[in-house]
């Protein structure tokens, strides 16, 4: 599995979605821009990999925080145009917090505005590639993927990583559809010839067939057992929340998470656990997981 030169992969962590910079001779253009806490190392990195080119353009997959919380720095440091999935654009215009899953998840993004929209089906040179958008609706009912068919390079977003996909949010937010529009999603990549994909976490890899087996085989288990797209989610907003924080006083927890309203919302819907159970379930779970550590009555991030 190789990229060709022109494109490059600022590989992040998981609070930050990577950074693809492709290069497109006389400027550059960017895909996604990871988390608003992360702005200045993505700010650094991009200026290191920019080497004195121009940044024309930033393009999101998707707009949640992990992947455009970064844009208002980008874009006031390097000028450049923003665009953005067009059924992301209402909700960004109106910063409608509730909508970006900010407040709702504990999470923060700084205010942008976008210059333009792409849709599926939309074509763009990049890197002297043709790129056609797709639609990637499940993670996020209003992403995109962009396909090089020549080259055959998929970026995926978080419609598909190397173990898995984003969380199926509208399914969590009990707004149905969700998992078949993500089995529509996959189905879609299957069709596709792909030797790289570049996802939006994790390093870019080559097979994307056994990235496919994992992401059907998850989807079935959820669709079979709601409740477990429901753990798995909490999980993952308690060890992104952790990652943002760093640490809390074990104390702290029940407040914190009665703050944050997603938390009891998923609980009400899937889990009906009392809270104290729940606290206990996340705070074991994820300590077995290595996500989380307790010292001294403090939880740390891992
Ligand atoms: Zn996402």
Known sequence: MSLPPQIRVLERGWLSSNNILIDDGD??????S?????????????????????????INTHCHSDHMGGNA???????????????????IAAWAEADLLLGYTGQSAERFSYDDTLAPGDRLRLGGLE?????????????????????????????????????????????????????ATLEAISRLEIATVIPGHGAPFGDARRALATAFARLDAYERDPAKLARHGLKVMLSFSMMIQG????????????????????????????????????????????????????????
């Not at 806490?37 to 080119?53: D, R, V």
């Not at 199926?168 to 529009?181: C, K, M, R, S």
């Not at 938390?263 to 104290?276: G, H, Q, S």
């Open 34 to 58: 990871g988390y608003v806490a992360h702005a200045a190392q993505t700010l650094a990195l991009l200026q290191h990999a920019l080497a004195g080119k121009p940044l024309a353009r930033l």
């Open 73 to 91: 720095a980008v874009q006031r440091a390097r000028g450049c145009r923003i665009s953005i999935p067009a059924g992301e654009a209402p909700a």
């Open 247 to 302: 640490k809390m006083p074990l104390a702290e927890l029940p407040r914190f998470l009665e703050a944050i309203p997603i938390y009891a919302a998923i609980n009400r819907r899937f889990l009906r656990l009392p809270e104290d159970e729940l606290r206990e379930y996340l705070v074991q779970d994820l300590q077995r997981a290595g996500a989380l550590r307790l010292e001294d009555g403090w939880l740390l991030a891992a």
């Open 131 to 183: 790129w056609e958008a797709l639609a990637a609706p499940g993670h996020d009912m209003n992403a995109l993927m962009f396909y090089a068919r020549e080259a055959r390079i998929l970026i995926s977003g978080d419609a598909l990583w190397e173990n898995g996909f984003g969380l199926i949010f509208p399914e969590l937010l009990g707004q149905p559809g969700g998992y078949a529009a993500t089995r």
């Open 27 to 32: 400027a550059c253009v960017l895909i996604d």
